[in-house]
């Protein structure tokens, strides 16, 4: 990573503050960029944009598509702009929760909105769409779909007709003429996605941010991934659900282990056509992600050195195997075809030896979470003192941990702890500032090359305003942060705090690898 010390903050899309009971990459997104901007800031970190569903409590980390975006996520005052809503149908919008995204009231919203937007559409046409369909291959598969599991009410695609589930040509070309309407409309909803999309992402570029992604290294069983692509992932050829499931070990967030339940990839297939395949399908992942942001965060990147797959009958993580990832020579491959690869790795968990050799190799910058830092034990690689490369990134805490302030307070953690921490951080126990802005000065001060902060970190927040919790399989992802608290001061503290310690706005200077 040869940019200029810089930092950014941490805050999912939906978190921020709209008219519309969700953020939004249109006027929520803008002002929030603007912020940044004021801030001092050079980089905006979200979570993965796409689709979300009630059936994974809508985490961004088991969406129906690699591909598509959430429309959850649209304006509908951009779509005002474009003459498909009137002002009127936002002028009484439901009387949302500035703090908490309810999905189901954000869905049946905006669903009734855009429902609308596309009568007016289909009624007026647009020069864009057909090039737009034309030049996004994996857009009819999505579409067919959404619409497949509207038929087959909400049921998993392994539940449908056969000749469906295992994708029958003249069987899929039938029920797309049959729904053709639907059909339509899902693949307006990604065309409407892409056009704000773009939008968002020139305001960025104009205000010198740069969009910083979020990229699972799985896909959710229940995809359009996995129903469009079964040659490349492990399951059943009679049940067509997957043999082994990933997840992750006993570690420091759940003594079971997470049993995530996606399925798995064939790495290691000996078929030559499945391997072909798998490696086109992460080679259009990865290019279409950059088409989207200006540098990509892969979610479980030690997946790619080793990965622990669990029996799909298990019910917990804890009778897994590591098994062999595709290692060095898939960044190789993706490289070459791709050029340089602007990818942080999420190097957290159980980290080897060989992950971090795959990482150094690649001169991918892994991360660095000070709330890891205070075990007592001087030689802690999380501690900015034991930092060896600029080359990394620190945060405070990730989405997936409590808010700093939640962590401090907890009851789990002793005054001795909390002392250690003090002293560590600011050399004294007798000051009227508060834990998180020690942390973020420790992040600001240390040698890595970009800092992030979770806006929740920025303001103080304690663990009710947690974003997720590992292992828990409901009640995440929903904290939003109300307009009030994105002040004209918190901006001016924070560019005051930024520009401290070097790290202020600067133009950057191509990503290049080492």
């Not at 649209?74 to 002002?87: C, F, I, M, N, R």
């Not at 609308?116 to 769409?129: L, Q």
């Not at 830092?373 to 945060?395: E, K, Q, S």
Request: proline letters at 6%.
């Amino acid at each position: 990573m040869k940019t200029p010390r810089a930092s950014g903050i941490l805050a999912h899309i939906t978190s921020l503050p709209s008219p519309f009971g969700i953020g939004d990459i249109g006027p929520a997104s803008q002002a929030f960029i603007d912020f940044l901007v004021a801030g001092g800031q050079s980089y905006w970190q979200f979570l993965p944009v796409g689709p979300t569903d009630e059936v994974f409590d809508n985490s961004p980390y088991m969406s129906t598509s690699a591909f598509a975006g959430s429309p959850l996520l649209l304006s509908p005052q951009w779509l005002v702009e474009d003459g498909l809503l009137a002002e009127s149908e936002l002028a009484a919008p439901p009387t949302f929760s500035p703090y908490s995204t309810r999905y189901e009231e954000v869905r049946r919203y905006k669903t009734a909105l855009l429902g609308r937007a596309f009568s007016r559409f289909a009624a007026v046409g647009d020069a864009g769409f057909g090039p737009f369909c034309a030049a996004s291959p994996w857009l009819d598969d999505y579409a067919l779909y959404m619409v497949l599991k509207e038929v087959y009410h909400d049921c998993a695609w392994q539940q449908w007709p056969a000749e469906l589930a295992r994708r029958q040509p003249q069987a899929l070309e039938k029920a797309k003429e049959r729904h053709r309407k639907r059909f339509e409309y899902f693949r307006f909803e990604q065309y409407q996605f892409f056009r704000q999309w773009r939008r968002l992402r020139r305001h960025a570029a104009a205000q010198g941010i740069r969009l910083f992604g979020d990229l699972p290294i799985y896909v959710g069983g229940d995809s359009v991934d996995v129903w469009a692509h079964q040659a490349i992932f492990e399951l059943d050829p009679t049940s067509l659900l997957p043999t082994r499931v990933a997840g992750v070990p006993p570690d420091y967030f759940s003594a079971t282990g997470q049993r995530w339940g996606n399925p798995l990839y064939r790495w290691h297939d000996r078929d030559e056509e499945v391997q072909k395949e798998l490696y086109a399908w992460w080679q259009a992942r990865l290019a279409h992600s950059f088409a989207m942001v200006d540098m990509t965060r892969i979610d479980h990147f030690r997946g790619f050195e080793s990965y622990w797959a669990i029996p799909a009958e298990c019910a917990t993580a804890v009778e897994g195997s590591w098994l062999p990832g595709p290692g060095g020579q898939f960044f190789a491959r993706m490289e070459e075809e791709l050029g340089p690869l602007a990818i942080v790795a999420e190097d957290l968990g159980i980290i080897t030896a060989e992950v971090e050799r795959l990482r150094d190799s690649c001169a991918f910058p892994g991360m660095k979470v000070l709330q890891f830092a205070f075990d007592g034990d001087c030689d802690n690689p999380f501690l900015p003192c034991n930092y060896t490369t600029t080359n990394c990134l620190v945060y405070t805490g990730t989405h997936d941990n409590d808010t700093t302030v939640g962590w401090f307070l907890d009851g789990r953690m002793d005054d001795r702890q909390r002392s250690l921490i003090k002293r560590t951080a600011n050399g004294s126990l007798h000051d009227f500032k508060g834990i998180h802005h020690d942390l973020i000065y420790l992040a600001l001060s240390s040698i890595s090359r970009l800092a992030i902060i979770p806006l929740q970190d920025v303001l103080g927040f304690g663990s009710d305003c947690r974003m997720n919790v590992p292992g828990q399989a409901t009640g995440n992802w929903r904290w939003r942060c109300a307009t009030e608290f994105l002040t004209a001061d918190l901006a001016s503290g924070l560019r005051q705090a930024t520009e401290l310690f070097a790290r202020g706005r600067k133009e950057p200077v191509k990503d290049e690898k080492k």
